[in-house]
Structures are given as C-alpha cells and as structure tokens.
T-cell receptor, first 115, second 117 residues
C-alpha cells in the first residue's frame, strides 16, 4: 500500500530564511505527487504537482519541489519565506492517473514563521 | 477554473439530527468526487469515493449507513451525516476530479466544519 511520510511535524523559520519540507513516499512505480497548503479553517490549495518529466517542479507562491526517485522523496523548498507562508503543508501521492484513485496524504507539517 | 464549493461552510446541530453537506464542481464536470474527514491538527482521511450514478465506495471503518453519499449529477455530490453524535464533529472536505483532465488531479472544496452538540 502507498504511504507518505512527512518526518517534521512542526518547523519554525525566520522570515526571509530558506525552507525545506521533507516528504518521502512508498510506492512501487512512479507516483503522482502533490504538495498542498492549508490555512487554518480552510480547504486545501495545490502548490505544485509532479507527474513526469523534469524532476524539479515549480509551483505557485515561489515554491518548488524536487522528485528524487533514488530517495523516494519529493521535498518542498522555498528560498525566502514570507510571514504569510505560515500554514499546514501536506504532501500527497496518487497511484497512477485513474479517475477513481484517491490521494494518500502525509500527516502534514506545520510551518511557523517568526520575525 | 476548476472551482469546488461546499455548503454549508459550517454547521452546528443537535445530537441525533441529520446534516447534509453539498459539494459542487462549479465550472467543470466531475465523474468522481472524494470525501475526506480531518480531525483537528491531523491529516485528511479518505472516507469514500463517489462516482456519478453509482454507489459510493467506502473506506474500511466508515459506516455507510451513517455517512450517506449521493452523487446524482456530474456537478453535485452530497454527504449526509445521519443521527449525528458529538464524535462526528469534524472538518469534512470534498474533492472532485475533472472529467476532461488527463491526470489524476483533484480540486478541493473549502471544507465544512460540523459541530454536534
């Protein structure tokens, strides 16, 4: 079965500092990978996704993620964090592109940003 | 494009009553919709997969008689929590897969916060 591990439950960074959120997945074939952000009491917003091709994926709000098959990882990065980036971040994986395949989510990483 | 709405955004009800939550794809047709549940400070847990015109597929441990799902059209799925109890209080989020998209990208609704007193 697929699984997603986000090792860091909570991360605090200073505004302007760089950020890396870790995500590891367990799946036999090439997965379809996603990063979502959730503000308190809100739904999920897609930051970026990886299906195939270039392993470095650019997303919205200045985020990027790199797919590394050898490490089964899909870490999210941002070079300079803004206070508005404080939120919960979820990594998710889908098994193929079947329309009936739901997403499996990691437990999330809560990002706090300090001045 | 690809907007999913949920109604209501929040609801408070008495124990024993039923609550219906709607999930609509506003600008696309969705053959498949998913219902997730999220407890405070936790991840999303899939409850069921809903396909237009057929019965929903429930995840293990989810009571299908308690959480009734109907997907009557390509733009609407409903989740009815029957005889709600305080332990059903949670954040319910739906997502929809666009019929025309090649890849398995889902668009999420804003969520419905249910509080059962």
């Amino acid at each position: 079965a697929q699984s997603v591990t986000q090792p860091d439950i909570h991360i605090t960074v200073s505004e302007g500092a760089s950020l890396e959120l870790r995500c590891n997945y367990s799946y036999g074939a090439t997965p379809y990978l996603f990063w979502y952000v959730q503000s308190p009491g809100q739904g999920l917003q897609l930051l970026l996704k990886y299906f195939s091709g270039d392993t470095l994926v650019q997303g919205i709000k200045g985020f990027e993620a790199e797919f590394k098959r050898s490490q089964s990882s899909f870490n999210l990065r941002k070079p300079s964090v803004h206070w508005s980036d404080a939120a919960e971040y979820f990594c998710a994986v889908a098994q193929g592109n079947s329309g009936n395949t739901p997403l499996v989510f990691g437990k999330g990483t809560r990002l706090s940003v300090i001045a | 494009g690809a907007v999913v709405s949920q109604h209501p955004s929040w609801v408070i009800c008495k124990s024993g009553t039923s609550v219906k939550i709607e999930c609509r794809s506003l600008d696309f047709q969705a053959t498949t919709m998913f219902w997730y549940r999220q407890f405070p400070k936790q991840s999303l847990m899939l409850m069921a997969t809903s396909n237009e015109g057929s019965k929903a597929t429930y995840e293990q441990g989810v009571e299908k008689d308690k959480f009734l799902i109907n997907h009557a059209s390509l733009t609407l799925s409903t989740l009815t929590v029957t005889s709600a109890h305080p332990e059903d209080s949670s954040f319910y989020i739906c997502s929809a897969r666009a019929l025309a998209l090649l890849y398995n990208e889902q668009f999420f609704g804003p969520g419905t916060r249910l509080t059962v007193l």
